[in-house]
T-cell receptor, first 114, second 114 residues
Framework: GNSVTQMEGPVTLSEEAFLTINCTYTATGYPSLFWYVQYPGEGLQLLLK?????DKGSNKGFEATYRKETTSFHLEKGSVQVSDSAVYFC?????????????FGTGTSLTVIP | DSGVTQTPKHLITATGQRVTLRCSPR?????VYWYQQSLDQGLQFLIQYYNGEERAKGNILERFSAQQFPDLHSELNLSSLELGDSALYFCASSVGDSLSYEQYFGPGTRLTVT
C-alpha cells in the first residue's frame, strides 16, 4: 500500500546552517507530493508541492524535487532561520480504487538556534 | 489565518460519550477533509466530502461518522468514545476534488477523553 517515511527528528541546527529532511514514499499510482509545516499551536500549512516526476516545488527558500527513480521528495533549505523552527510533514495524495487517499509522514521537528 | 474555522477549540468528555466537531471551510471551497493527529499514530486521514457527498474514506472507525451540509460546513461525530480517541482533530478544505489541490487546515479541535 501507499506510505510516507520521513526522517526522524528532532533536528537542531544553528542559524544559517543547511537543512535536509529526507522523505521517501511508496505509491501504487501517480501521486502528488507535498511538504506541510506546522508551527506551534497552529494547523498545517502547505509549504510546497510537486505533482509529477522531476517537478521542483519551492517556497520561502525551501525546495524539494519529485524523484520517481528514488521515490524521494527531500526537503532542503540553504540557510535556515530561527523562524523556520516548526514541525515539517511530508505528504502524498494518490487515487486508489477506494478513492482519493492522503498519507502523511510522522513529522520532523526542527529547532533553529541563534 | 487559513480561513477554515473549527469549533470547539477544546473538548473534554468521558468514555462512552458522543461528541460533534464542527468545521466551516474557506469561502468557495467545496471539499472538506477530516484528519486525526495523535502522538502514537501521527496524522491520519479520516474522510473527505465534496459538495455534500462522501468522496473518500481513510482510516475512519465505524464509531465515527461525518457529513457535509448544503452550506458546505461539515460535522464529525464521534461516539462510544474511548481513551484512545484523545487526539487533535483537524479539518481542511480545498477548492476542488483533485488530488493536487492545496488543502487549507483549520486550527484543530483538541479532544480529551477521560
Amino acid at each position: 500500500g501507499n506510505s510516507v517515511t520521513q526522517m526522524e527528528g528532532p533536528v537542531t541546527l544553528s542559524e544559517e546552517a543547511f537543512l535536509t529532511i529526507n522523505c521517501t514514499y511508496t505509491a501504487t499510482g501517480y501521486p502528488s507530493l507535498f511538504w506541510y509545516v506546522q508551527y506551534p499551536g497552529e494547523g498545517l500549512q502547505l509549504l510546497l508541492k510537486a505533482t509529477k516526476a522531476d517537478d521542483k516545488g519551492s517556497n520561502k527558500g525551501f525546495e524539494a524535487t519529485y524523484r520517481k527513480e528514488t521515490t524521494s521528495f527531500h526537503l532542503e533549505k540553504g540557510s535556515v532561520q530561527v523562524s523556520d523552527s516548526a514541525v515539517y510533514f511530508c505528504a502524498l495524495s494518490d487515487l486508489v480504487n477506494t478513492g482519493n487517499q492522503f498519507y502523511f509522514g510522522t513529522g520532523t521537528s526542527l529547532t533553529v538556534i541563534p | 489565518d487559513s480561513g477554515v474555522t473549527q469549533t470547539p477549540k477544546h473538548l473534554i468528555t468521558a468514555t462512552g460519550q458522543r461528541v460533534t466537531l464542527r468545521c466551516s471551510p474557506r469561502s468557495g471551497d467545496l471539499s472538506v477533509y477530516w484528519y486525526q493527529q495523535s502522538l502514537d499514530q501521527g496524522l491520519q486521514f479520516l474522510i473527505q466530502y465534496y459538495n455534500g457527498e462522501e468522496r473518500a474514506k481513510g482510516n475512519i472507525l465505524e464509531r465515527f461518522s461525518a457529513q457535509q451540509f448544503p452550506d458546505l460546513h461539515s460535522e464529525l461525530n464521534l461516539s462510544s468514545l474511548e481513551l484512545g480517541d484523545s487526539a487533535l482533530y483537524f479539518c481542511a478544505s480545498s477548492v476542488g476534488d483533485s488530488l493536487s489541490y492545496e488543502q487549507y487546515f483549520g486550527p484543530g479541535t483538541r479532544l480529551t477523553v477521560t
